[in-house]
C-alpha cells in the first residue's frame, strides 16, 4: 500500500472509493469521493488496484477522478449476474477468489475497476455466496432458501415497524381509529403489550422499541395508549400477564368438570367411609366465600369434648394425572384478589360438587380430636367420612355470639390453649390486623381493617393449624412421604410470647427464616410445632390437595405418591405458588393505592421503622402499608417513633405512594 493508490472501504454499509494519501505503518491517510479526509486501519480495506492517481493534482480534481471511478464501477456492476454464476458454481462447494471471479464475470479482459465491480456487486447481495475480503463460497441450495425467508422476514418486519409507527402516532395525536383492531393492527398491538409487559425479556423488543421511536412515544405512555385502544382498562391486572397466569381452563377441562357434577352418583357410608351425617357441622368463613373446603363440629361428652374438623375430600373427584389435575398442578392455588378470583380447579367443582354446601352429603376426611375439659388433648383420628353441613356462619355470625353461645365458648377456649401450647413451645406469634380491600358491584373501592384475634379469626386459625399439625403426626406415623413443612429459628427474636408491640410485629415479620418443603417431617419454629403440613384447603391449594391424597391412600383409596413424586410436585409448585403469592401481593396494594389517591391532603398516624440513607421507611398505622418519607432538615427520628404524616401524591399503576411530614 503506497500513496496515490485506489482503495475501497464500507462506511455505514456503502462501499466508498478513496485514494491513499499517506501511510504510517498499519494506519492509511484518505481522501475520499466525498471531500473527506479520514484516517483507516489497513485491515479496513475491502479492495486495492494498482491504478494510482497523481497526488500533485489539485483537491478538486482528485475527488473528481474517484466520483468517476466509482461511477464507471458502479456501472459495470450491472454487467454481474450473480445467480447465474450460482446456479453453475453452487454444486462446486469450494472457494473461489476474486481473480477468478471476476474472470468468469469478465472473461474477455478485466482490470481493477473490474474486480472492484465484482467486490460491489457481491458486497450488495448475500444470497447466493458468502462474502469474505477477496474470495466467495456460494450457498447450497438450503441455505439459499433459508436465507430468502429471513430476507423476507425482515422485510416484513420493517413493513410493520413503518405501518405500525404511523398507525400508533395517529392514534396518540388523537385521531378517530373507526376501525376494529384486526389483521395488522393486531400485531401491532401484540408487540406494544409484549413490549410493555417484558421489555427487554419480550421476543418484539426491538421491533416494539422502532415502532415507539417513529411514533415518537415514549415507553411510559404505552399503557395508557392501549387503554387508548381499548386493549386494556384503566384498572387492568397486567401481573396476570407478567407471570403469563391462566385465567381460563381449557375446553377439556371444562367438559371433565362438567360431567363430573351431573354424573355424580349418590354418596352413601361404606366400609372406608364413616358416617358423620348426624354431627352440628357448621362452616366459618367470609361472606363473599363461595367455595367451602372445611367445616368443624364440637361435642360436650360429659367428661371430655369432642373435637371435629371435616375437610372436602376433594381427591373422591380429581384423580391424579386426569385433565382437571393437570391443569390444577400448573396454577399451583386458587388466587384471591379485590376485583376477582380465580380458582384452582373450575368453579362447578369449587363452589358446587367439591364444596361443604349447607344441606348437602359430602365425602370428607375427618379429624376427631378428643380432648379434657381443660382443652388438653387427649388422643385424635383420622378417617374417611360422609358428612352434611348443618349451618354456614360468617365471622361475623360467630363474633356477635362469642360471649353467649355455648359451642363457640368452647372452641374459642380451645383455640386459645392450643395457642399457648405453641407459644410456650417457642411460637413466634405476628399480631397484625389485616387491611381487607373490596370492590362492591357498584366499583366502589372498600377497605376496612379485620382483627385477626377476634374470637371466629382465632378459633378457624388455631383449629386450622391444630389439624395440619396432627396430620402431620398421622402421616409421619404411618412413614407415609408428604409435602412437610419446616421452618429454621428467626434471626433474633424481638419480644416473647405474645407480648410484642404493633412495631415490633411487624419488624419481626422480617426477621422470620423462610419456610423449606421437603418430604420428611422437621421442626417449625415459627408455629412451634414438630411437624407440619397443609391439608385444610384441598379446593384452593395444591399442596393440600396432595396431602389429602397420601391420607387416602392410607385407607387404601388410592395409590400413595413416592418420595421422589413428592419432590417433583415441590419443584414444580416452587414457580407458579411465588406468582400467586406476589400477585396477591401487588393485586391488594394496588387497589389499596388506587384508594388512597382520592385521600390526599389526609392527615394520618405512622410509626417510624428504620432509617435510610436518603429517608425514612414507615409504616401508616390505618392502612398497615409502608412507604419512604423524605429526610427533614433539622428533625432527628428513630426507630418506634410515632409520627403524623399527610398524603401528598399517590398513583397506583406507577405503585407510587408519597407523604410528607404533617
Not at 401491532?188 to 425479556?201: A, C, G, N, Q, R
Not at 382437571?324 to 358446587?352: F, Q, T, W
Amino acid at each position: 500500500m503506497e500513496p496515490g493508490n485506489i482503495v475501497e472501504y464500507i462506511d455505514r454499509q456503502k462501499i466508498m472509493c478513496a485514494v491513499v494519501t499517506d501511510v504510517k505503518k498499519q494506519r492509511l491517510r484518505l481522501l475520499t469521493e466525498n471531500d473527506r479526509e479520514i484516517k483507516l486501519s489497513k485491515n479496513r480495506i475491502l479492495h486495492k488496484c494498482e491504478t494510482h492517481l497523481e497526488l500533485s493534482a489539485s483537491r478538486y480534481k482528485l475527488v473528481e477522478n474517484l466520483k468517476k471511478i466509482a461511477n464507471k464501477r458502479e456501472a459495470l456492476v450491472k454487467h454481474v449476474d450473480i445467480k447465474e454464476l450460482w446456479e453453475v458454481l453452487n454444486t462446486e462447494q469450494e472457494w473461489i477468489d476474486l481473480a477468478t471471479m471476476t474472470e468468469f464475470c469478465f472473461p474477455d479482459n478485466f482490470s481493477g475497476d473490474h474486480e472492484a465491480a465484482v467486490v460491489r456487486a457481491f458486497f450488495k447481495d448475500r444470497l447466493y455466496f458468502k462474502f469474505d475480503n477477496n474470495r466467495f463460497f456460494p450457498n447450497s441450495e438450503k441455505r439459499v432458501e433459508q436465507i430468502i425467508v429471513q430476507l423476507k422476514e425482515t422485510e416484513r418486519k420493517k413493513q410493520i415497524i413503518d405501518k405500525g409507527g404511523d398507525w400508533l402516532k395517529s392514534v396518540f395525536a388523537g385521531c378517530v381509529i373507526s376501525d376494529s383492531l384486526s389483521g395488522d393492527r393486531l400485531e401491532f398491538v401484540k408487540i406494544l403489550k409484549s413490549f410493555y409487559l417484558f421489555e427487554k425479556e419480550s421476543p418484539y423488543y426491538e421491533s416494539g422499541k422502532a415502532m415507539l421511536v417513529r411514533a415518537g412515544i415514549s415507553p411510559d405512555e404505552i399503557f395508557q395508549l392501549l387503554v387508548k385502544l381499548g386493549v386494556w382498562n384503566e384498572n387492568e391486572n397486567i401481573e396476570l400477564y407478567r407471570y403469563e397466569i391462566p385465567v381460563f381452563f381449557s375446553d377439556k377441562a371444562m367438559k371433565k368438570g362438567t360431567s363430573l357434577a351431573a354424573s355424580l352418583q349418590p354418596i352413601s357410608a361404606e366400609e372406608k367411609r364413616k358416617d358423620l351425617t348426624m354431627l352440628p357441622l357448621m362452616t366459618i368463613d367470609g361472606p363473599s366465600t363461595t367455595d367451602y373446603d372445611d367445616a368443624l363440629s364440637i361435642e360436650d361428652k360429659g367428661d371430655h369434648y369432642q373435637l371435629g374438623i371435616h375437610i372436602s375430600d376433594v381427591g373422591h373427584f380429581i384423580k391424579k394425572g386426569d385433565i382437571i389435575d393437570r391443569e390444577a398442578i400448573i396454577r399451583g392455588s386458587s388466587i384471591y384478589m379485590p376485583d376477582r378470583k380465580l380458582s384452582m380447579i373450575p368453579s362447578c367443582l369449587a363452589e358446587d360438587l367439591c364444596s361443604l354446601k349447607a344441606g348437602e352429603l359430602r365425602p370428607a376426611i375427618s379429624i376427631m380430636v378428643k380432648l379434657s375439659q381443660f382443652s388438653e388433648i387427649i388422643d385424635y383420628e383420622i378417617f374417611p367420612s360422609i358428612i352434611k353441613i348443618k349451618r354456614r356462619l360468617t365471622y361475623h355470625d360467630v363474633n356477635m355470639v362469642a360471649d353467649e353461645s355455648k359451642e363457640i365458648l368452647i372452641l374459642h377456649d380451645i383455640a386459645k390453649k392450643f395457642r399457648q401450647k405453641r407459644l410456650d413451645a417457642g411460637a413466634v406469634q405476628i399480631s397484625l390486623p389485616e387491611v381487607n380491600v373490596q370492590i362492591n358491584e357498584n366499583g366502589e373501592i372498600n377497605v376496612n381493617r379485620i382483627n385477626r384475634e377476634s374470637p371466629a379469626r382465632m378459633i378457624v386459625a388455631e383449629i386450622m393449624i391444630m389439624t395440619n399439625w396432627l396430620t402431620a403426626r398421622f402421616l409421619a406415623e404411618h412413614n407415609v412421604p408428604a409435602i412437610f413443612r419446616s421452618q429454621a429459628e428467626p434471626r433474633e427474636r424481638l419480644y416473647k410470647q405474645n407480648k410484642g408491640t404493633p412495631f415490633q410485629n411487624w419488624m419481626q415479620r422480617k426477621l422470620l427464616s423462610r419456610f423449606v418443603l421437603n418430604n420428611k417431617p422437621e421442626y417449625h419454629s415459627g408455629l412451634g410445632l414438630n411437624a407440619y403440613v397443609t391439608a385444610t384447603s384441598p379446593i384452593r391449594k395444591y399442596f393440600d390437595l396432595a396431602t389429602q391424597r397420601q391420607i387416602r391412600a392410607i385407607f387404601g383409596l388410592e395409590k400413595p405418591y413416592t418420595a421422589e413424586e413428592i419432590k417433583r410436585i415441590i419443584l414444580l409448585l416452587a414457580q407458579p405458588m411465588s406468582c400467586v403469592s406476589r400477585i396477591q401481593f401487588m393485586r391488594n396494594r394496588y387497589w389499596l393505592l388506587k384508594y388512597l389517591e382520592n385521600k390526599t391532603g389526609q392527615k394520618e398516624e405512622a410509626v417510624v421503622l428504620y432509617k435510610r440513607q436518603n429517608n425514612y421507611q414507615i409504616l401508616i398505622k390505618e392502612y398497615m402499608i409502608e412507604c419512604s418519607l423524605p429526610l427533614s432538615s433539622g428533625i432527628g427520628l428513630k426507630p418506634q417513633d410515632l409520627i403524623q404524616i399527610t398524603i401528598q401524591h399517590v398513583n397506583a399503576r406507577k405503585d407510587l405512594l408519597c407523604v410528607f411530614m404533617g
